[in-house]
């Protein structure tokens, strides 16, 4: 079967979404921090995924002449919890440097967070139900 | 009657169109189907948005959405070439606080999200009374500038649509 211009645009977002995915996994791998980490995985591998959705999008109308919402929804839910994640990490992490596990000079934050400049601390330290096994920010 | 029986409009016509895409067929039992969810599922949750913000869907909505679309696409370039190119030891990776002047939990979380989106930032935390947000970098010249086009390009555009 001749190779038609569908298909070749195709192939071609596809190896651009691996191309993606393939860095953002690469940064995950070599950044030096757990928070410099968190920017490849959130970001890049969006891309990565993003663009395999755009070719099964065209794909399954153009050559198998069948409709499916599903990538709509995987993007959706993609968008949703990708940065709830990213967060949760982040949050873990802040609290496992504020106990002196596994500090890590590059992320910053041995010697404390910036201050709030707004008069109450963050909340991940500071909430209703504070754990005083929390040092003081 | 009308204000009890759909509380949350949007949140209804939402999850029936996310039950449509689910069953990925349209016919009238699905249909029947997804508008009973869409009217059950608002009223058993109403106790958990007691204060939901007005939010407007018009063009500065949709222009946020395709904004947030280009600058996904931008910063994916942009990180690639930092993960490629870039020595571990010549990252400026910063802290950023970011004052904010949106109020609504709704529009923080959107705020959120997106820096989490978006070109070489991470949102990470939130003081407690909610009025500045805790941003990670992962490469910036220059933190104020930072700040202040996260405040311009993102906080200000949500503060038109939540009002």
Not at chain 1, 39 to 51: A, D, I, Q, R
Not at chain 1, 65 to 75: P, Q, V, W
Not at chain 2, 21 to 26: P, S
Not at chain 2, 36 to 55: D, N
Request: with cysteine; glycine share 8%.
């Amino acid at each position: 079967m001749d190779a038609g211009p569908v298909e070749i645009l195709i192939s071609a977002i596809l190896v651009i979404g691996g191309f993606f995915a393939l860095v953002g996994s690469w940064g995950l791998a070599r950044m030096p921090s757990l928070m410099t980490r968190l920017h490849g995985p959130t970001k890049v591998t969006t891309l990565g995924v993003g663009s395999c959705l755009i070719a099964s999008m065209i794909y399954f109308p153009a050559m198998q002449g069948t409709y499916s919402a599903h990538e709509l929804l995987i993007t959706l839910f993609l968008f949703l919890t990708a940065p709830i994640t990213a967060n949760m990490i982040a949050k873990a992490h802040l609290h496992r440097q504020g106990r002196a596990i596994d500090p890590n000079p590059m992320d910053d934050i041995a010697e404390g967070l910036p201050p709030t400049g707004v008069g109450t601390g963050w909340a991940t330290f500071e909430g209703q139900h504070r754990d005083p096994a929390d040092p003081p920010r | 009657m009308f204000k009890k029986l759909l509380p949350h409009p949007a949140l209804t016509v939402t999850l029936i169109i996310v039950w449509m895409l689910l069953a990925n067929e349209l016919t009238p039992g699905g249909l029947v189907l997804g508008v009973i969810i869409g009217v059950v599922i608002p009223i058993l949750t109403s106790p958990f948005w007691p204060a939901r913000p007005r939010l407007r869907f018009g063009p500065p909505t949709w222009f946020y959405l395709l904004l947030v679309l280009w600058d996904i696409i931008t910063a994916s370039f942009q990180i690639a070439v930092i993960v490629l190119f870039r020595r571990s030891r010549d990252l400026r990776s910063a802290w950023l606080v970011v004052p904010l002047e949106l109020r609504s939990p709704e529009a923080i979380t959107m705020l959120a999200g997106t820096i989490s989106m978006t070109p070489g930032t991470v949102s990470c935390d939130v003081s407690a009374c909610g009025r500045a947000l805790l941003v990670h970098a992962l490469d910036t010249p220059d933190p104020e500038a930072e700040v202040a086009r996260i405040k311009q390009r993102y906080e200000a555009r949500l503060m038109r649509i939540f009002r």
